[in-house]
């Protein structure tokens, strides 16, 4: 069984990134440009999301599969419980299994658009831990990494509840934790201090996304329930908010303190979520001497 876990040990850190499929062919090209630049940096794997209910997930198939047989490095394919049965979910294994995808990032997955509750299918699964029980049983050679949610997601009742459920994907079989974004690494290491506590004791990987701008980032973050900082939000709009090239580099900026603090500070790693760009993260990482 191949752990997505060799990648952070006490003598390393891991780095890794995470693409979404792109919708035009020029997109494609774009992105296999970025990935290219990215790859001066030794990234240990790359991930890859598909879209709502699965929409994209022919298009992550491709997308991961050039980005392996180009760069040679390892990769991971999303997978959701949104709108898939258990034999859905089994084809898409087998298929990735047939293409030699090396990890998955098992999630319940987001209500499709215009829903506001998850609602599993008939056949299918309501929770994530029940999602990687059923890789575990059916596909144990494949690396597993879950969600974890340094600031609570959003469903969960209470903060002890989402560490609950996130102890129950850890004992079905998880790897690794890769973390929701966020903006205070205060609330990463509380998080992992709590995680600790519960008995949780696979590397939890700090999600990074670089913010480059201001309302994107508040786009984003009202949709997965992350913060940004009050004295960082005045900083990216003091010289306006239209001024792109300054909300760049003060989200660069952040962003490099965000790394260096983490490293210091005994995270495992680093996963950024690029957005199928390089220009940010390449400034993060030469400036945080990775």
Known sequence: MASVA??????RKGLSFELFPPKTEKGGVSLMRHTEALMQFAPDYITCTY??????????????????????????????????????????LENASQQDID???????????????????????????????????????????????????????????????????ID????????????????????????????????????????????????ITSLCGSKLPESFIQRLGEKGEDNTEWQFEAGVELAIAQVQDLIDNGAPGVHFYVLNKSQATLRVLETAGW
């Open 51 to 92: 879209g709502a209910g699965g929409s994209t997930q022919t298009k992550t198939m491709d997308v991961i599969t050039q980005v392996k047989s180009t760069f040679n490095i390892p990769v991971a394919s999303h997978l959701t419980c949104v709108g898939s049965t258990q034999d859905d979910l089994r084809q898409y």
């Open 6 to 11: 060799q990648f952070y040990t006490a003598d």
């Open 103 to 169: 990890f998955l990032v098992a999630l319940r997955g987001d209500p499709p658009q215009g829903d506001t509750e998850f609602k599993a299918v008939a056949g299918g699964f309501r929770y994530a831990n029940e999602l990687v029980e059923f890789i575990r049983a059916e596909f144990p050679n494949f690396g597993i990494a879950v969600a974890g949610y340094p600031e609570v997601h959003q469903e969960a009742p209470s903060a002890e509840a989402d560490l609950e459920n996130l102890k129950r994907k």
């Open 172 to 219: 079905a079989g998880a790897d690794i934790v890769i973390t929701q974004l966020f903006y205070d690494n205060k609330d990463y290491f509380e998080f992992c201090d709590r995680c600790v506590a519960a008995g949780i004791n696979i590397p939890i990987v700090p999600g990074i996304l670089p913010v480059t701008n201001l309302n994107q980032i508040q786009r």
